[in-house]
């Protein structure tokens, strides 16, 4: 009797505690492993999630394995879009917004959108066969425990997350200053009828953070002979917030905001964005980008601002430009150019022409027409260092190389350009991302000195 009255303590103990590791398992290490696995190389801080996750994973243990189950699948999406919400700098409600963007992405032609979705089924299918086993611990002591786990698991991703909690989450705060290059510049103020205003915003153009040798490449092509005959160049950099249609609403709107207060029309002519500004000055207003107009709903807006004409992908590809590859397919920026140079020397009125370009978008791949193939001839270190970093430049280098021969030619038109950069690039890991500056982007501008254009 002594030996049953001994044992049976025990076994109950035994049981309660692997409940309490099968619950353990599921909600604190399936649910956060991919997660924890990118502390060491950088990611977006979820201690909140992690909180959230917990607690819920103890409210639903005593209940039915599907709803634990819709739970978990629940968490996990939740957790998935907070973590690329603060990867591409986007608020929650930008995010989910754009979700209905998401059969345009071309997500097989990069690796790394591959093996996440391969690991987030596996995770899904994993804990499916987990909740299969009993969680539910009623031990107060294990509850207590399970809370400190959650906590403690919560304050660990703080920690790891400290030095580059200002890479993420960069909605625009209620009352933040406004600054812009269009502002800066002066840019619309060049408006008199006599020559041409051209904006370019270039996809994930940042601006170095101690990085010489991506210092040393940035606009370096615009550092020659033939454009400081022709204009007067200044360059620096400006406060950006969110991702790339934000930045758009920045440059064009003159303040903080997003494409979806320009879907209305009415709303849109209150605002009274820049191509709207100058159609009233008598400029014809003229929008390029290098992907589809349906993609955040560009072919909508931009008409709402003030494009009176806009050329998309499609019309690209009719006019011979070539098709280059990545998660954002599209026209190969470096041949958009040479359009860019023709359209202004065939016109006969004043125009407004703003191209928004896209290659650079992450995760650059080789191949797919690209041409980055061999960054070693972009820079040495950069090749062996920062590789995605090299083929961004790559490209980057090929639309300054482009567009210095057109804008130097002997016959292009007198006309302002001003570049700028829409947001940094959103890498996911700390060794690439702490390369740019985690709040600014740069612009270059090409004021034109007027008078006739020198020979190239």
Not at 49 to 69: D, H, S
Not at 239 to 244: A, R, V
Not at 332 to 358: G, M
């Amino acid at each position: 009797m002594t030996a049953i009255a001994v044992d049976a303590p025990r076994s109950g103990l035994s049981k309660e505690f692997g409940k309490f590791v099968n619950w353990a398992l599921i909600w604190l290490v399936l649910a956060n492993m991919p997660f924890i696995a990118m502390w060491f190389v950088g990611a977006p801080p979820r201690y909140f999630e992690i909180a959230v996750g917990g607690i819920i994973g103890l409210i639903v243990k005593r209940m039915p394995r599907i709803i634990q189950f819709a739970a978990f699948t629940a968490i996990m999406a939740y957790s998935i879009l907070s973590f690329v919400a603060g990867l591409f700098n986007l608020g929650m409600s930008s995010l989910v917004y754009s979700l209905q963007f998401f059969a345009e992405i071309k997500t097989t032609n990069s690796a790394e959108y591959i093996a996440a979705i391969v690991v987030i089924l596996a995770i899904l299918i994993a804990s499916w066969f987990l909740l299969k086993r009993d969680t539910n611990f009623a031990k107060p002591s294990y509850i207590l425990l399970g809370g400190a786990l959650i906590f403690g698991l919560a304050g660990a991703d703080f920690a790891m997350g400290q030095n580059m909690r200002g890479h993420y989450f960069r909605e625009a705060p209620p009352g933040a200053n406004f600054e812009s290059a269009t502002q800066k510049t002066a840019f619309a103020s060049r408006a008199d009828g006599k020559r041409h205003l051209v904006l370019i915003m270039v996809e994930s153009l940042g601006v170095p953070h101690d990085n010489q040798a991506m210092s040393d490449k940035l606009f370096a092509y615009y550092d020659n002979s033939a454009i400081q005959a022709r204009y007067d160049v200044s360059r620096g950099t400006s406060l950006y917030y969110n991702s790339t249609t934000a930045g758009e609403f920045r440059e064009m709107c003159g303040k903080w905001g997003d494409y979806y207060e320009l879907l209305d029309p009415a709303e849109a002519k209150k605002i009274n964005c820049l191509p709207a500004r100058l159609a009233a000055k008598g400029y014809a207003t003229y929008a390029m980008h290098s992907f589809q107009g349906g993609f955040f709903k560009r072919a909508q807006w931009y008409p709402n601002i003030g494009f009176q004409k806009r050329q998309f992908w499609p019309e690209l590809q009719a006019k011979g430009v070539e098709w280059c590859g990545g998660v954002f397919a599209g026209a190969c920026d470096r041949q958009i150019p040479k359009l860019l140079a023709e359209k202004l020397k065939t016109a006969e009125q004043p125009i407004f022409l703003y191209w928004l370009t896209l290659n650079t978008h992450l995760p650059v791949p080789t191949g797919l027409n690209l041409e980055v193939d061999d960054c070693r001839k972009v820079s040495e270190k950069l090749a062996k260092d920062f590789p995605m970093i090299c083929r961004q430049f790559a490209i980057f280098d090929a639309i300054d190389k482009a567009l210095v021969a057109e804008i130097t030619a002997s016959d292009f038109p007198e006309a302002d350009i001003l570049i700028v950069g829409d947001h940094m690039p959103p890498y996911y890991d700390r060794h690439h991302r702490s390369q740019f500056d985690a709040e600014r982007v740069p612009w270059l501008y090409l004021r034109h000195k007027g008078g006739s254009a020198p020979a190239s």
